[in-house]
């Protein structure tokens, strides 16, 4: 069981990145997947999750209207479309899945595999 984030990189204020977290060794569909983030000195948090069979989907007030999680399971793979970026969405971006559709949303304990992270610079 294996997830790979990507797609992290330098980008203006008020610019875009899409980031992608591809699975392997199950199927995406069964499993909640969030994704968070750990700003530069600051504790990991929650971004975007989307529950098993797209059931419900979660954003964190600080994104909400800015950013899109979204699955294509031809691809296995969940997506974050990030759009208007501000310098405080910098950090390392994970992914993260749980066999459970989590109870607490944010609650880091209720996902079992964190894939590698991807860092988003949002600099001028």
């Known amino acids: 069981v294996q997830l790979q984030a990507s797609g992290g990189g330098l980008v203006q204020p008020g610019g875009s990145l899409r980031l992608s977290c591809v699975a392997s060794?199950?199927?995406?569909?069964?499993?909640?997947i969030g994704w968070f983030r750990q700003p530069p000195e600051k504790k990991r948090e929650g971004v975007a999750s989307i529950y098993s069979h797209d059931q419900f989907i979660f954003y964190a007030d600080v994104v909400k209207g800015r950013f899109t999680i979204s699955r294509d399971n031809a691809k296995n793979t969940v997506y974050l479309r990030m759009n208007d970026l501000k310098p405080e969405d910098t950090g390392v971006y994970y992914c993260?899945?749980?066999?459970?559709?989590?109870?607490?949303?944010?609650?880091?304990?209720?996902?079992?595999?964190w894939g590698w992270g991807t860092l988003v610079t949002v600099s001028s």
């Open positions: 060794g199950f199927n995406l569909e069964d499993y909640a």
């Open positions: 993260a899945g749980a066999r459970k559709d989590p109870r607490l949303v944010w609650d880091t304990y209720e996902y079992d595999y």
